[in-house]
Each structure stands twice: as C-alpha cells, then as structure tokens.
C-alpha cells in the first residue's frame, strides 16, 4: 500500500509498505479521508520529540472496515463506513482506571506513536471503533476528530446559553471551538487570530467577530464587546506563551478559562487576578467516549456548518507541499484523499 513515511525533519516520502495484519481484537480499515493536523505540521517541522521514525503519520479519519473477525465483534462487519479514535490508552493506570483514559498516564496515540492514516489502510483496535450511517460523507466524517477535541473543551466550559466567548486563535480547533460554542447557545462569539489568512476566513468565510491581535489591543477590544465585564468563558486555542499573561483580564469575575492549545512550556499567568475575580482555570485534553458519539450527532445535523471548515482537498502525493503552506498560516482544515 502507499504511505506518507516521515524519515526525519522536513523528510516525508510516499512509499510503499505492507498492508498491515490484524489480530482478533483488531480491525483493517481502508482510509477514505484523512485530516492535516497540527500535530501532523509539529511532526514534520520536527517539534514532536517523542515521534521515532519512520513513522506512518496522520490520526484524523474516516474510512471503511475491510477486515474484522466476526466473532470479535458483534457491532461491526466488513463494508461499515467508520470513523476511529485515534487514542491508545494503556488502560492499567490510575487515569484509565477511573475512565479518564483521554489522560492516560502512558499517553499514546495513532500517527504519532502508532502506525496512522496516511495510508491506504491502518489496522486499529475494534473498541475505538464507530459506525456511521450511510449518508454521512466520508470527507465530512474526517472531521470528527478534531470536532471531538473542541466539543470535549466546550463541554468542560460549562458554557451556558447567553454567555460571551472568546477564542484565542482561529487555527483549526479554535474555529470549531467558536462553532460549537454557537450550538451551545453562546450569545457572542469572538476569535482573536493575528495570521491574516485565519482572520479573513474566520471573518468573510464563517461569519464570526474578529479581532486582529496584531494591531489591537485585545483586552480593550473585549472590554468595549462585553459593556466592561470580559468574556464569561475563554478558550486559549492558540498555545502561544504571549496569550496567558492576558487570560485573566480578558475574563470576567466568576467566569471560565479553558487551556486547550498546548503550550511547549511553562507561561506566565496573573494567579493574584485569579484569585481576586475566583476564575475557575481548566484543562482540556482530546476527549473520551460520550464526545465522540455527540460529535458524530452534531456535525451529521450540521452538515453545513462544519463543511464550511474543510478548505483544501489533496492526493497523498501533494502532502508535503500542503504541510509547508499550513505551516506558514496559509490554509485551515486540508483533507487527503487516499
């Protein structure tokens, strides 16, 4: 089969390997789309120092199940369209133990410490298996990872209907952040990007309020939106550093922080201003089960909405010249048919 193979930095070759042999508890899925990620952008850039090449690489996916067992598995036969998730908890930690395996002490993941899906077929665990209906387009259904990350984030907000957001950044996960804060019922929604293709499309393409972080001062600018208050909730999307001394006063008092973009290291935050406003400040880290399913619910019931996301489609063999332009902020969610 052909696979996108990353041998070193800024080194990812189509080449041809073995399609993969699965045991009992495993299934063969033939890939029919597969998402770009930032993660994907890390990797080649050689930012992700736990990636050991050469690596299969890729997580975001929708395909059809070609192999399984039928005696290992009950819900699924060869020809259901799927989509997977991408996690491979070790299960034996305190974390996977207390059904928190989204933040396994033993953290893996498919296209990073796994085989992934920049290839024609990936072998995966049957229980990270979900089916999805007839009429729900494959390229469509690609974007249920990455859906899944936003809708586990916004359901940690504890968003309430009426409330005021802000996310900071208008990458990928920051634009389907804004989006399932609207289906939450949020009353405005503001995204604060600095590259101006991400500005634009966010602005002209999906219709949100933008503020340009390199030429305003973002905490006025929310201030003016929010009548002095802040935002009720506010999602650091971007996992840049220069964000975090920022959180505090761009939120209001009583509200919600939420860091889902991750930052290489430690950042400077206000913890007086913390404490004096009582924010509550919460992670978010991928998703588990009950996201996955309500994602797959949503974006079917949206169609539209979330296939305004999808930007660029491409071969396999365009890979590398599409992982440089999204590395220089020139793109969105790009789609590889396989």
């Not at 390229?139 to 504890?158: F, G, I, N, Q, T």
Request: net charge positive.
């Amino acid at each position: 089969m052909r696979a996108a193979i990353y041998l070193s930095k800024e080194n990812i070759k189509i080449m041809e390997v073995k399609v993969p042999s699965i045991s009992n508890s495993e299934a063969l899925i033939k890939v029919k789309w597969a998402g770009i990620c930032g993660t994907d952008l890390a990797i080649y850039k050689g930012d992700f120092k736990r990636v050991k090449p050469p690596l299969i690489m890729g997580h975001e996916f929708s395909g059809e199940i070609v192999e399984i067992n039928p005696k290992n598995s009950s819900d699924f036969k060869k020809g259901d369209k799927v989509v997977v998730e991408p996690i491979l908890p070790c299960k034996k930690c305190y974390a996977c133990k207390m059904g928190n395996y989204n933040v396994c002490e033993n953290f893996k993941i498919m296209g990073v410490d796994a085989p992934g899906c920049f290839a024609e077929f990936i072998k995966v665990p049957i229980e990270n298996i979900y089916k999805i209906s007839n009429n729900f387009a494959f390229d469509l259904a690609a974007l249920v990872e990455p859906s899944a990350v936003a809708y586990h984030s916004v359901e940690r907000s504890k968003l309430r209907a009426g409330d005021s957001v802000l996310v900071l950044g208008g990458g990928t996960i920051g634009v389907l952040i804004a989006e399932m804060a609207e289906l939450w019922g949020a009353s405005k929604v503001i995204i604060s990007e600095i590259m101006p293709y991400r500005i634009n499309f966010a602005k002209n393409k999906l219709g949100f309020y933008i503020i340009n972080a390199g030429d305003t001062d973002v905490v006025e600018e929310v201030r003016k939106i929010t009548g002095g208050r802040g935002a009720d909730v506010v999602f650091d999307a971007s996992g840049a550093d220069v964000v975090s001394s920022k959180l505090i006063d761009l939120c209001r008092i009583g509200g919600n922080i939420i860091i889902t973009g991750l930052h290489k290291g430690f950042a400077s935050l206000n913890f007086r201003g913390l404490t004096f406003k009582e924010i509550s400040l919460v992670g978010s880290r991928v998703y588990r089960y009950p996201d996955y399913e309500k994602t797959i619910n949503l974006i079917k019931n949206n169609k539209d909405r979330f296939n305004s996301i999808i930007v660029n489609k491409i071969e396999l063999t365009d890979i590398v010249g599409e992982i440089e332009r999204l590395n220089k902020g020139e793109g969105l969610k790009t789609l590889i048919k396989l």
